[in-house]
T-cell receptor, first 113, second 112 residues
């Protein structure tokens, strides 16, 4: 089972560059989300989606865009990378009910120079 | 708004002993879920245990149990018979209003 697949695993960008972090799940989960993890800060929600065509902002959405054209895919876009966006990014998915745990991808370690 | 609080940045436990990791939460919804995740040094997030707000009994999964005190809004994780492989970061989380909220985590070190 593939579960939640994130690509790439590592990426180095220069300030001002753009890129897309890919996330795909094969569990037919309606709920998908993106988090960033910084030392001492835990996981903070960037954006989430409760189904295809529906996205919403989380705690730290500034500087990031998302779209959800299919149930399977939920890409995260950085339009103009900044050093403050250096972090580890996790994508997760779940059935979306309050009693369902999230399944996480392996993470993307992103460095902005 | 802070939904989850983990006040123990780091904990140490002797191998084979039990340890409790603290978690308090803040929600006004009557229905919510509480989750614990483990993050080893390799970085992946591993789901450990779930407690529903209406569950009458504390959740258990093998050596993991959740000490759920609804009135105090606490959901502490108890690990019994600690093993060296339990050394990791542990995160408490809640699902509330379509969003998952995570605490800042507790780093657990198991001492041989």
């Amino acid at each position: 089972n593939a579960g939640v697949t994130q690509t790439p695993k590592f990426q180095v960008l220069k300030t001002g560059q753009s890129m897309t972090l890919q996330c795909a799940q094969d569990m037919n989960h309606e709920y998908m989300s993106w988090y960033r993890q910084d030392p001492g800060m835990g996981l903070r929600l960037i954006h989430y989606s409760v189904g295809a065509g529906i996205t919403d902002q989380g705690e730290v959405p500034n500087g990031y865009n998302v779209s959800r054209s299919t149930t399977e895919d939920f890409p995260l876009r950085l339009l103009s990378a900044a050093p403050s966006q250096t972090s580890v990014y996790f994508c997760a998915s779940s059935l979306g009910q309050s009693f369902e745990p999230q399944h996480f991808g392996d993470g993307t370690r992103l460095s902005i120079l | 708004a802070q939904k989850i609080t983990q006040t123990q940045p780091g904990m140490f436990v002797q191998e084979k002993e039990a340890v409790t990791l603290d978690c308090t939460y803040d929600t006004s919804d009557p229905s919510y879920g509480l989750f614990w995740y483990k993050q080893p040094s390799s970085g992946e997030m591993i789901f450990l245990i779930y407690q529903g707000s209406y569950d009458q009994q504390n959740a258990t999964e093998g050596r993991y149990s959740l000490n759920f005190q609804k009135a105090r809004k606490s959901a502490n994780l108890v690990i019994s018979a600690s093993q060296l492989g339990d050394s990791a970061m542990y995160f408490c989380a809640t699902y509330n209003g379509n969003q998952f909220y995570f605490g800042t985590g507790t780093s657990l070190t198991v001492i041989p």
